[in-house]
């Protein structure tokens, strides 16, 4: 189908257009009369519904009274068709009643034809029309009924459209109608209207299509078949093609395709040239990046294995670091030892002197004792003599004074001995004293010394401490320099395989140039 449309001429193809849009809107100007013949009939019905349904609410609430006892049944029913005659609308319309039985019971242009009985009545057609009332509210309680019925105060006969529900316990039909004629009078003046306008757009699609037509054939420079078989050979690669054109035809698409084809021609040309360069360049680019990319992988290599060193050496700074650190620690505790020592000496040195001092006293108290002992010896030796001299009455004091004599001389040698051992220990104190004030100068030196040692070993605590630092900046700016070699590599490598694959596409550009006919 579409290889047919494709081999017709533009005028027969916008004929067939004009054709279809004919089918097309005569297809939409129907089903949009059918619907608005449906939408007039339904408007229509629910009119007779409503009027219907309104005339048996009222009758239900007149019944409600009879129900009620309020009401007689011959009462209920005079008042409700009282109330029915009295409805209208649309000037002429009317509520009629009949019973079940065919009994006419309301007719407000024709009263004096009520209670009379019309089961048999028929319409213009022959349509038994109270029968069929009859049966569909027998049947179905309410329903629609179609019949020909004169309007009031002529004879003949129009379509009326009718709605008749049943009343229970009265068994009243009640219902009402419509005329329908006037609705075919609008549907056939709107159909005509459509047509009219149908006709008119068709027409205008007519003149358009025209239009069209000569000025798509002045845009194309020819039939859409050539232009079609040209750009086919040109897409084909035969650039030797020349388009047929009229000698002034400079816009057409057709003039624009010929001016392609000149312009492709030259550009071919081009690009032929210039991808045999660019296929020798890339080769030797290829070439170099794969050179560039060993000498990347050995330089990673010889990086890595820096790295790898570095690590060791920074390892082994932060141990000499830390033993800095632990020596230095323990050289702070044995100058704190030391000087701990100092002082303790000092307080040696302090009591060394108070017990010679103390000694001395001792030395002199033992003297006194010593004199006091002597003393008593003499005193105890003139007792004696003043005893001897008493005869027998001074036997008992001289007895007493040889006692005392004794003792003195008990004193005295003790204290001479004490006197001889209090000497040998203030001579040993001071021996003492001398070897403690020395030990306190030595002790002196050592703590400053350990003091040296601990400023000393605290340098060389921090000159590890930044070295370890200074190591690991070493460290960390070789392994980014790793990782950027690396990086570098694998940039290499792609810009490697971008230059082979661009020497692979060149070689393609060249072979698919290579096509063209120029």
Known sequence: MIGLLGRLRVRTRLLLLIVLAFVGIVAITAVSLVNLRKSMMDERRAKVVGIVDSAATIIGRIHQLQTDGKLGREEAQQQAKDVIRSVRYEKSNYIFIYDTDGMRVLLPPAPESEGKPFKDLKDAKGNPLVQQMIDIVVNKESGFISYWFPRPGGTESYPKLGFVRLVPDWNWVLGTGVYIDDVDQEFWAVARTGIAICVLLLCGVGGMAMLISRGILQQLGGEPAYAVDVVHQVSSGDLSTRVELDANDRDSLLAHIQAMIDQLRQLISQVRDSSHSIDTAAGEIAQ????????????????????????????????????????????????????????????VVSTMESIKQSSTKVVDIIGVIDGIAFQTNILALNAAVEAARAGEQGRGFAVVAAEVRNLAQRSAAAAKEIKQLIQDSVDKVQSGATLVDDAGKTMSEIVESVRRVTDIMTEIADASREQSQGIEQVNAAIVEMEEVTQQNAALVEQSAAAAQSMQDQSQALVTKVSAFRL
Do not use: F, P
């Open 288 to 347: 170099g990046n794969m050179d560039l990319s060993r000498r990347t992988e050995n330089q990673s290599a010889n990086l890595e294995a820096t790295a790898s060193s570095m690590e060791e050496l920074t390892a082994t700074v932060k141990q000499n670091s830390e033993s800095a650190h632990q020596a230095s620690t323990l050289a702070n505790s044995a100058s704190d030892i030391a000087r701990h020592g100092g002082t303790v000496v000092s307080d």
